[in-house]
C-alpha cells in the first residue's frame, strides 16, 4: 500500500490543540482594574517565581491515570512532556484488532533496545477501564513482553475518558475504538497518525521519521 495510507495530516484534535496553542500564546492581556493591580503589586517574589503551565499542559491536562505497576502517571506531566511517544488505544479482552497492534508494539520495543523509557516511550491506554484494572494490564503486558518505557494505562474511567477524549480516541463502544497510532515529539511539536495494523518496517520508518524531527 502507498505510504500515503499509513500517514496523515494531523487529526482534527491536533489542529484543535494548534490552534488552543496558538489563542494561549497569543491572546491580549485583560486590562487590570484598580483591584487587581493592587493583587499584583502584592504578590510576594515567591509567587512570581512559581512557573506557569505552558499551553500544551493547559490542553493535555495532568488528569492522572494508572499503569500495569499501580503507579499513578499524570497524563502531560508524565507521559507527555519533553518525550516522543507513540499511542494507542486498545482493551485486553480484544481478539481482533488489539493483539495486532500490540504486536507491533512489542516490534517497535524490539527496534529501540535501550532507546525505550529514554528516546521514546510506548502508551497504550484502554478503553474499557471498568474491566482492565492494573492485574489485567499486568498480564497483557507480560504476554507482550512489555519492558520499562512501554505504559499500559487504566484509571478512574471519568479520567481515562477525558485522556482519551483530548487525544482523540474517546469511544462510546469499546469495540469502536480506532486502529490508529499518534506518534508525537512533544519537544518540536510534530505529531503524526498511522494505522496501527500497518506492517511492523513501515510503523519504524514513521516513528523513527518523528525522534529525528528537529522541530
Not at 484502554?126 to 484494572?133: G, I
Request: with cysteine.
Amino acid at each position: 500500500m502507498n505510504r500515503r495510507f499509513y500517514l496523515c495530516a494531523l487529526e482534527k484534535v491536533f489542529f484543535t490543540v494548534l490552534a488552543l496553542l496558538l489563542f494561549a500564546d497569543g491572546r491580549a492581556a485583560e486590562a487590570p482594574s484598580s483591584t487587581g493591580a493592587n493583587r499584583q503589586q502584592s504578590q510576594t517574589a515567591e509567587e512570581k517565581s512559581l512557573p506557569s503551565e505552558s499551553p500544551a499542559q493547559k490542553y493535555f491536562t495532568d488528569v492522572v491515570l494508572i499503569n500495569q505497576d499501580g503507579k499513578q502517571m499524570r497524563l502531560y506531566s508524565d507521559l507527555l512532556k519533553g518525550k516522543v511517544v507513540v499511542i494507542n488505544a486498545f482493551f485486553t479482552t480484544c481478539q481482533g484488532s488489539c493483539p495486532v497492534m500490540a504486536g507491533n508494539f512489542a516490534a517497535i520495543q524490539d527496534w529501540l533496545g535501550d532507546r525505550l523509557g529514554k528516546d521514546v516511550y510506548l502508551i497504550s491506554i484502554s478503553v474499557d477501564p471498568l474491566t482492565d484494572t492494573p492485574a489485567k494490564l499486568k498480564e497483557y503486558a507480560e504476554r507482550f513482553k512489555a519492558k520499562p518505557g512501554w505504559y499500559l494505562l487504566t484509571g478512574e474511567k471519568e479520567n481515562v475518558d477525558k485522556a482519551l477524549h483530548k487525544l482523540g480516541q474517546q469511544v462510546e463502544d469499546r469495540e469502536q475504538h480506532l486502529n490508529v497510532f499518534i506518534i508525537g515529539n512533544e519537544p518540536t511539536g510534530l505529531w503524526k497518525k498511522a494505522l496501527g495494523l500497518a506492517k511492523p518496517e513501515d510503523l519504524i520508518r514513521i516513528v523513527e521519521s518523528v525522534i529525528k524531527d528537529q522541530g
